[in-house]
């Protein structure tokens, strides 16, 4: 036990009229929507480096928290190991995720990095028996320590690549050891900065190379969750190759991995790539690659990858919509990848910015099923491509040719005449639910 969390009791939904700070106002976990339990619809998760490891710093300035875990030490790991199960216990949380360094003091050696890491997978498997929070993923990482600075799979030099290889296996023996739904590789580095000194080609060819390999090794462990690519476009590199959702099923493709791997989308990498988050998921969802989401927002003014929690219900009822619409979350689910705001010090600040992004998301998906069971926007969407039901239409995507489509034209004397698209008439229709 810490007292880092002291004076923070449990958090309870005690619904919009109470005005009490550490309750949650809309989040309540067992309210059935659409016929499922709300909390097995968001299947939340507290990201472990923001809220434990994350020291304030911006391009700037250093540290500006000050957590009694933060230190080099396994003691300290271990802190910081107990403090995270009482942030998970104190906010009801079914999932956490983390990185390797996240949860490990850095060794001297590979080995010792190895040890360290199997000894805190050990505690926390030891917490997970008296704790309800399960694990949604694990991840490498394999960004931050200057050894992968010009990349991780696609580094120029073979030795990194080894180390990347060994240190994924390490973390998927973690994941799997904790029984996590899921293994993310988010390729931070795998980009370049200039052409100058970048063999784009090879790189890709070592990429899709290593993730073979993770592919191999979850069937030989028989992990059976999914492997998820977390797509990103640039930040840290000046081009990923991860760039977004379709990208990394082109990706996949061309290595013969689009049904072994699926996508982790970012909705703060979704608006870096110049697209909004809804359309994300829906790209994943048309591909048959959806799997889980990193829920944050960016400050739109900054144009950087700021990782806030969610504080916009209209936006976040959008991509509800479509996690809804695509059956929901199987071993998917919604990952607080969100840091509070480095001004933000306080034990309170942690937990209550967690009340507040699990508020968001559960007033989005009432909105989002509202939306769903009142039919509107699908009955538009259907009304749209009607003329597509047509046997003649249906006829013509099977087996038209050019020819054969420019004869009819002819003959029926085709004269298309435009159609509005209902946008403002949509937009209001949304408005009523949000
Ligand atoms: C970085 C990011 C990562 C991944 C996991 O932008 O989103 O934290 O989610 O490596
Ligand atoms: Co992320």
């Not at 290595?255 to 979704?270: C, P, S, Y």
């Amino acid at each position: 036990m810490t007292d880092y969390f002291k004076n923070i009791p449990a958090i309870r939904y005690e619904g919009t009229t109470s005005s009490n700070e550490f309750a949650f106002h809309h989040y309540n976990p067992d309210e059935v929507v659409m016929g499922k339990r709300m909390e097995d619809h968001l299947r939340f998760a507290v990201a472990y480096w923001h809220s434990f490891a994350y020291q304030g710093g911006d391009p700037f300035g250093g540290q500006t928290f000050e957590r009694p875990w933060f230190g080099e030490t396994m003691a300290d790991a271990k802190l910081k190991a107990d403090a995270a199960f009482e942030l998970f216990d104190i906010l009801n949380a079914p999932f956490f995720c983390f990185h390797d360094a996240d949860v490990r003091p850095e060794g001297k050696t590979f080995a010792e990095s190895t040890r360290n890491l199997e000894e805190i997978v050990d505690y926390f498997a030891l917490k997970m028996q008296t704790s309800k929070t399960r694990l949604l993923w694990g991840t490498a990482n394999l960004f931050t320590n200057r050894r992968f600075m010009s990349g991780a799979a696609t580094n120029p030099d073979p030795d990194v690549f080894a180390y990347s290889a060994a240190t994924v296996k390490t973390c998927m023996d973690a994941t799997q050891k904790l029984g996590g739904a899921n293994y993310v590789l988010w390729g931070g580095r795998e980009g370049y900065e200039t052409l100058l000194n970048t063999d784009l080609k090879r790189e890709a060819e070592q990429a899709g190379r290593f993730l073979q390999m993770v592919v191999d090794y979850k069937y030989k462990i028989g992990f059976k969750g999914t492997i998820l690519i977390e797509p990103k476009p640039q930040e840290p590199s000046k081009h990923q190759y991860d760039y977004d959702v379709a990208t990394v099923y082109g990706f996949l493709r061309r290595f013969g991995l689009e049904n072994e791997v699926k996508v982790n989308i970012e909705q703060g990498h979704a608006i870096l790539a110049g697209h909004s988050f809804e359309h994300e998921l829906a790209m994943a969802t048309s591909m048959g690659i959806f799997g889980s989401i990193d829920m944050n927002r960016n400050d739109y003014q900054s144009g950087w990858d700021t990782d806030q929690f969610p504080n916009n219900v209209p936006e976040m009822a959008l991509a509800y919509y479509e996690v809804l619409k695509a059956g929901g979350f199987v071993n998917g689910g919604t990952n607080f990848d969100a840091k509070i705001r480095r001004q933000s010090l306080d034990a309170e600040d942690l937990v209550l910015s967690h009340i507040g992004g699990m508020d968001t998301c559960a007033r989005a998906l009432k909105a989002a099923a509202a939306m769903l069971e009142d039919g509107g926007l699908e009955a538009a969407r259907a009304a749209r491509y009607a003329g597509w039901d047509n046997p003649t239409a249906q006829a013509m995507l099977k087996e038209g040719t050019l020819d054969s489509i420019a004869a009819r034209v002819l003959k029926d004397n085709l004269n298309p005449q435009p159609k509005s698209g209902r946008q403002e008439r949509l937009e209001n229709l949304v408005n009523r639910f949000v």
